[in-house]
Nanobody
Framework: QVQLVESGGGSVQAGGSLKLSCTVSTAIFSDHFMAWFRQAPGKEREGVAGMRTGGLKYYGDFVEGRFTVSEDNAKTTLFLQIDNLKLEDTGMYYC??????????????????WGQGTQVTVSS
């Protein structure tokens, strides 16, 4: 059973930074696409960033260069660096993994595994 555990969320002021982590219980990076999603209250879940080991990285249109997805050398942890946080970045951030090679990396229904989420709250 694959488990994804997110951490690193918190309350920060606008303009600050956070680095989220997603630790995976099983070595799946080699054959899974990994991604970060977020969901704000009353809004749909949206793709933030995604990547496959050795492949391209993908970002949501709203990212504006403020988000960076990466993995550690051991291929057990996925990271999401968020800089210059804005109020609209507030929400629950989820880590997800899938085997599918669907062209739409940000289609949440194509993902097989999800973490429980970590809350990011940005204040002015």
């Amino acid at each position: 059973q694959v488990q994804l555990v997110e951490s690193g969320g918190g309350s920060v002021q606008a303009g600050g930074s956070l680095k989220l982590s997603c630790t995976v219980s099983t070595a799946i990076f080699s054959d899974h696409f990994m991604a970060w999603f977020r969901q704000a209250p009353g809004k749909e879940r949206e793709g933030v960033a995604g990547m496959r080991t050795g492949g391209l990285k993908y970002y949501g249109d709203f990212v504006e260069g403020r988000f960076t997805v990466s993995e550690d050398n051991a291929k057990t942890t996925l990271f999401l660096q968020i800089d210059n946080l804005k109020l609209e970045d507030t929400g629950m951030y989820y880590c997800a993994a899938r085997r599918s090679r669907s062209s739409k990396w940000d289609a949440s229904t194509t993902y097989d595994y999800w973490g429980q989420g970590t809350q990011v709250t940005v204040s002015s």
